[in-house]
């Protein structure tokens, strides 16, 4: 991955990217029509929102915990079928 600040590039092409703050993803083809790049906009998650996802991933866990303890069937198992 490069990583590069918004204030680095130039003006015609902060302009030009500032359509992805707007939740447009840009898309970049080649001559033929091939895909060679796209940029999408990344939103971050406010602290709120990481913290009601993590209690809501913790419950999904334990719930799959217990239904999985409920049916005999361990992590080892699965882990078995998946690589099958």
């Known amino acids: 991955m490069v990583r590069i600040r918004f204030s680095e590039l130039d003006d015609t092409i902060q302009k030009f990217l500032a359509r992805?703050?707007?939740?447009e993803t840009i898309v970049v083809e080649d001559d033929n029509g091939t895909v060679r790049c796209g940029i999408t906009p990344y939103v971050?998650?406010?602290?709120?929102e990481k913290q009601a996802a993590l209690a809501t991933l913790n419950?999904?866990?334990?719930?799959?915990?217990?239904?999985?303890?409920?049916?005999?069937v361990s992590e080892d198992q699965l882990d078995r079928e998946l690589q099958n």
């Open 20 to 23: 992805t703050q707007q939740g």
């Open 59 to 72: 419950r999904l866990q334990q719930q799959a915990s217990q239904r999985m303890a409920e049916l005999g």
């Open 44 to 48: 971050q998650a406010s602290p709120a």
